[in-house]
């Protein structure tokens, strides 16, 4: 037992200075480097929040900033403490374990990882500290007592803006581009492509990803995004889905300079893209993270925490389309009545394509 207790202490000073020395790099990860985001006084009464972003990070203008968003509304209302670290790319889990491990052990809880790719490693921590909660995004293999499972229905948001790129294509030719082929991005691309048909069975659909598991970097590759995008817009498309994470930069940068129409995700990018293309984005998937992100963090504060699967969905409100910019006015209506018809149970929208 003292052999353990002195084990646990050496591991927890380590950690302590490893995360120091990673606050002090400060910043978001706009480099593939694991940092540190500045965090606020922690109030330990309320609870100390660790977050983990995926690869891009804070700034990644979409799936991450929509946690953080989350996290920063969170610990805003409740008062909470905070830090969030990013991830690097090409990196293993082991890596991914350490980053976790790094904050259960400093004495952050509850804690929070951003993206399927923590899987493994959330569920190996997660066993390891019994008693701090943790939530993972995107993933419902990772499973255990104090795990919370917090997941979309990213087929049924798809299906709508693949109804709208349908609506507003002039060509009859439309386009989706994925980060990396795994079954989670292929969700985007199931439901893309069934609004699309849903609305003009025969029209042209271009499917692409940026990259392949063990892979990654399809998420945070904007010139390969921008040279796949630039392709499809010459084989016709004039309409462009992007899934890409921080390779979406790229996407919106060649239908910019091809005077034709993108399609967000996750975050409303013509809100929070580069305002030099934001003015193509007709309309963004809406997956709507931070929500999740917030409930979780509601719920500890209210010691209401429940391990398992949290499912966000169109009837739930966790996906959804916008409409800034005003470019989809013309056919919300009919986005509005496929989108009944899905909550009702009219449309099932697969998951797989």
């Given amino acids: 037992m003292l052999r353990n207790r002195v084990s646990k202490l050496a591991a927890a000073t380590a950690a302590g200075a490893m995360l120091m020395a990673a606050a002090a790099c400060g910043g978001s990860d706009t480099k593939g480097e694991t940092t540190a985001n500045a965090s606020s006084a922690p109030d330990a009464a309320k609870g100390k929040v660790g977050l983990a972003y995926d690869i891009g990070g804070r700034g990644d203008q979409s799936f991450n900033d929509a946690a953080a968003a989350g996290l920063d509304k969170a610990k805003d209302e409740f008062g909470l403490g905070t830090k969030d670290l990013s991830a690097a790319p090409g990196e293993t889990d082991a890596q991914k374990e350490e980053r976790l491990r790094l904050l259960a052990s400093t004495g952050y809880n509850p804690i929070i990882a951003v993206g399927f790719a923590y899987s493994a490693a959330m569920k190996k921590v997660a066993a ?6 943790f939530a993972i995004v995107d993933d419902a293999d990772a499973t255990g007592p104090n795990i919370s499972n917090l997941v979309f229905a990213e087929e049924q948001g798809s299906f709508l803006v693949g109804a709208a790129a349908a609506l507003k294509s002039k060509k009859g030719s439309i386009g989706y581009i994925g980060g990396v082929k795994v079954p989670l991005i292929q969700k985007f691309e199931a439901g893309y492509v069934a609004g699309a048909k849903a609305v003009k069975p025969d029209i042209k659909i271009q499917v692409k990803y940026l990259s392949e598991p063990p892979e990654f970097t399809g998420f945070n590759d904007p010139a390969k995004g921008k ?14 889905y992007q899934a890409a994470g921080g390779s979406g930069g790229g996407v919106f940068e060649a239908v910019k300079g091809a005077d034709a129409m993108a399609i967000g995700v996750d975050s409303d990018q013509a809100l929070t893209a580069d305002k030099a293309v934001s003015d193509v984005i007709i309309t963004s998937m809406l997956k709507k993270v931070d929500v999740a992100v917030y409930d979780f963090l509601k719920n500890f504060v209210a010691g209401d925490v429940k391990s398992g699967e949290a499912r966000y969905d169109l009837k739930a409100g966790g996906v959804d389309f916008s409409t800034t910019g005003g470019k989809i006015d013309d056919i919300k209506t009919q986005l509005d009545e496929y989108k009944q018809k899905i909550v009702n149970g009219e449309i099932t929208v697969s998951a797989t394509p």
């Avoid at 390891?128 to 909660?133: A, G, I, L, S, W």
């Fill in 128 to 133: 390891e500290f019994p008693d701090v909660k």
């Fill in 227 to 240: 040279t796949t995008a630039q392709g499809m817009l010459d084989a016709g498309a004039d309409v462009i």
